[in-house]
């Protein structure tokens, strides 16, 4: 087997508080190979965003790595500090975020950015540099990128902003890129461009995609596998069809119930009764169990299946009974 | 661009007209000026006469009309205590406060910003915590008790610098600086920590916040995500980022330097503008008095003015906007 570009095996993270210690990411593994773009999907807290940042090492104090291991191409990150860590971020991990409008510097051109990106991961020449800024700009469908390598970033569009942060989290040729929610503040029209865009630049360079998402319709247009999370755990993985068409954990099967794509041609959208349960509140046994209705004694008891990166789908002890 | 300056010309000489009128309006309540340059054996005659010479018997828009035209020209009319022009009185006195001024506000951002963007940055560090605390004196302690507080360590115990005075200074056109002599350089080093004091913790606390609120931004933690230095995030992308919102305050704030100059050479009896508008307070000096508001006041509005040109070099999304919104 190719080994991952991505291993995360385990991976914890804890937020200390006064009264007690917060598990917002909680035992995750999974893998990403090259040229693979992995959707993760999961309602707001679910710990998506928070394992994008634990793996490229942005976690705010007081949140930090208390478990597991991350690997990228064969070499563990998840202990690196200081110069070690920044060396990673942008040569090797790039990383796209939600909002473009933000992203980005609003005093510096675009062109300034980008060639102090590359200069400070690639020992080029200053010239040579912003050669490459161009290239890169033209890369994610810059229009005259020559001519506005010298804009700043209020001339840019919202979509074209987001095809600027593209290019800054690419312009190092790192062979992973974090996206995290790349399209929730875009107009439709122009989610499906930078998706599209995404999935090319993947497909291209090999570039393995952590595509951090709460929008079903993203996953179901670029992802070729799924992980959904649920309460800072991983409630199943797995091959985007077979998710999407056969959800294995009573979660999914419930989100695919509400998700307008998904239940094409029914007449209602179902919903999952309740909410996600606080960090603070988790109960033992499943966390999902008490809005499961497939949930048995044995669910709110027992601690939940943990869910390797290759072993089964679904982390929950009656998966492959639901879907029946 | 140049319209905008205009506008801002424009609006800046009204301001002076008010200021102009709302501190000739007051002089007339300081007192009387005849009673100071007339002797004991005074009669009313000479009283009557003296005044209609100096023009006060006419009514005050009159004076004013005739303050602003001859202003207009230069010519802020002749000292009622030392019988020369004000204006000539104001350009000699003028270096010290001007050079007071430059060298405490040059301290005042120098440290102010540096002290900021350290205690941003180690924002949990005992030495910045250290420097917070010790802000807040310089923040609460008025001017003269530091003065003079100062004037007790490193004039009076210690004695390694003086007192009071300029020094010797050294006359280089019409202008008389004390940057050329060693005593006059250490005679300046108290008076303008004194007077840079307060301005430098206030910069320090502004530029502190700022950063603070900066380095949370998305594009700050952008700039991590990409793997750029520490040294580049904190200084070309952070900073830059707060210093709108400083230079408007240290903006005003040099202006204040020059206006609160007042106090300090008063304690330090510094030979500038302020002492000179001091005296002329207690002489009812009113040619004086009313040049050296008009002086205040001109270098306040050149200040905002200036500073609102700073956002232009600054921000760029300013220069776009305006010229986009003019054709």
């Known amino acids: 087997m190719v080994e991952p570009v991505l291993s995360v095996r385990?991976?914890?993270?804890?937020?200390?508080?006064?009264?007690?210690?917060?598990?917002?990411?909680?035992?995750?593994?999974?893998?990403?190979?090259?040229?693979?773009?992995?959707?993760?999907v999961g309602e707001s807290g679910a710990g998506k965003s928070m394992t994008g940042n634990a793996v490229i090492g942005l976690l705010d104090r007081p949140a930090h790595i208390a478990g597991g291991e991350i690997w990228l191409n064969g070499e563990r990150i998840d202990q690196l500090k200081g110069d070690a860590l920044r060396q990673v971020r942008g040569k090797h991990i790039g990383m796209v975020f939600q909002d473009p409008l933000t992203s980005l510097n609003p005093l510096l051109t675009i062109g300034q950015q980008l060639v102090e990106t590359i200069q400070v991961h690639l020992d080029v020449s200053g010239a040579e540099a912003k050669n490459r800024a161009v290239n890169s700009l033209n890369e994610v469908g810059i229009p005259?990128?020559?001519?506005?390598?010298?804009?700043?970033?209020?001339?840019?569009?919202?979509?074209?902003?987001?095809?600027?942060?593209?290019?800054?989290?690419?312009?190092?040729?790192?062979?992973?890129?974090?996206?995290?929610?790349?399209?929730?503040?875009?107009?439709?029209?122009?989610?499906?461009?930078?998706i599209a865009l995404l999935k090319r630049l993947c497909h291209e360079r090999g570039t393995a995609v952590m595509l951090i998402t709460h929008d079903m319709g993203v996953i179901a247009e670029a992802a070729d596998r799924v992980?959904?999370?649920?309460?800072?755990?991983?409630?199943?993985?797995?091959?985007?069809?077979?998710?999407?068409?056969?959800?294995?954990h009573p979660y999914t099967v419930g989100l695919m119930g509400s998700t307008p794509l998904a239940s094409a041609g029914k007449e209602r959208l179902n919903q999952i009764e309740g909410s996600m349960p606080r960090l603070d509140e988790l109960q033992p046994g499943c966390a999902f169990s008490p809005r499961c209705p497939y949930a048995q004694h044995k669910c709110r008891i027992e601690p939940r299946p943990t869910l390797e990166a290759h072993e089964g789908r679904a982390a929950c002890w009656l998966a492959g009974e639901v879907a029946e | 661009m140049l319209a905008f300056t205009l506008q801002r010309v424009f609006q800046s000489i009204v301001v002076l007209l008010v200021v102009g009128l709302v501190a000739f309006s007051m002089f007339r309540f300081v007192g009387d000026p005849i009673d100071n340059m007339l002797g004991q054996e005074r009669t009313d005659a000479d009283i009557e006469r003296l005044r209609g010479e100096l023009g006060l018997d006419q009514p005050f828009p009159i004076q004013y009309?005739?303050?602003?035209?001859?202003?207009?020209?230069?010519?802020?009319?002749?000292?009622?205590?030392?019988?020369?022009?004000?204006?000539?009185?104001?350009?000699?006195?003028?270096?010290?406060?001007?050079?007071?001024?430059?060298?405490?506000?040059?301290?005042?951002?120098?440290?102010?910003?540096?002290?900021?963007v350290f205690t941003a940055i180690r924002r949990d560090g005992f030495a910045a915590n250290a420097i917070m605390t010790i802000s807040l004196l310089g923040v609460s302690l008025p001017t003269f008790l530091i003065g003079i507080l100062l004037i007790y360590v490193f004039a009076v115990e210690l004695g390694w610098l003086p007192s009071f005075g300029r020094g010797d200074t050294v006359k280089i056109g019409g202008w008389s600086t004390g940057f050329l002599t060693a005593s006059g350089l250490k005679a300046i080093i108290l008076p303008a920590i004194t007077l840079g004091l307060y301005q430098m913790t206030l910069i320090m606390r502004l530029v502190r916040s700022e950063m603070l609120e900066v380095l949370r931004a998305d594009y700050i933690r952008f700039?991590?995500?990409?793997?750029?230095?520490?040294?580049?995030?904190?200084?070309?992308?952070?900073?830059?980022?707060?210093?709108?919102?400083?230079?408007?305050?240290?903006?005003?704030?040099?202006?204040?330097?020059?206006?609160?100059?007042?106090?300090?050479?008063?304690?330090?009896?510094?030979?500038?503008?302020?002492?000179?508008?001091?005296?002329?307070?207690?002489?009812?000096?009113?040619?004086?008095?009313?040049?050296?508001?008009?002086?205040i006041s001109v270098m306040f509005v050149g200040i905002n003015l200036i500073v609102d040109l700073l956002y232009f070099s600054i921000d760029p999304r300013l220069r776009i906007d305006r010229s986009a919104a003019e054709g």
């Not at chain 2, 004000?86 to 060298?103: F, G, H, M, Q, Y």
């Not at chain 2, 750029?228 to 709108?244: D, G, P, Q, S, Y």
């Not at chain 2, 503008?273 to 002329?280: D, P, S």
Request: with cysteine.
């Open chain 1, 10 to 40: 385990g991976l914890t993270v804890e937020i200390p508080t006064r009264h007690s210690v917060l598990r917002p990411v909680d035992t995750v593994s999974f893998d990403i190979a090259a040229g693979e773009i992995l959707g993760v």
């Open chain 1, 144 to 194: 005259a990128a020559a001519e506005r390598i010298d804009a700043y970033p209020h001339q840019f569009s919202g979509g074209m902003r987001q095809r600027v942060v593209i290019a800054l989290a690419l312009c190092a040729e790192p062979s992973l890129i974090i996206a995290d929610e790349p399209t929730t503040a875009l107009d439709v029209s122009v989610q499906a461009q930078i």
């Open chain 1, 227 to 248: 992980a959904v999370m649920y309460a800072g755990r991983m409630a199943e993985l797995g091959p985007a069809r077979e998710v999407l068409t056969k959800p294995a």
């Open chain 2, 65 to 116: 009309g005739k303050f602003l035209k001859n202003a207009v020209q230069g010519n802020f009319g002749i000292s009622y205590r030392q019988a020369r022009p004000v204006s000539t009185i104001l350009a000699e006195r003028a270096p010290a406060t001007l050079e007071l001024a430059a060298v405490s506000g040059l301290f005042a951002i120098f440290f102010g910003v540096g002290l900021g």
């Open chain 2, 223 to 295: 700039a991590r995500a990409r793997g750029l230095k520490e040294r580049a995030i904190n200084f070309r992308h952070a900073l830059k980022n707060t210093l709108v919102p400083v230079i408007t305050v240290t903006g005003l704030q040099l202006g204040a330097i020059i206006a609160f100059a007042i106090i300090t050479e008063t304690v330090f009896q510094w030979p500038g503008v302020g002492l000179l508008f001091i005296n002329a307070i207690q002489f009812v000096d009113i040619p004086v008095m009313a040049a050296y508001l008009m002086l």
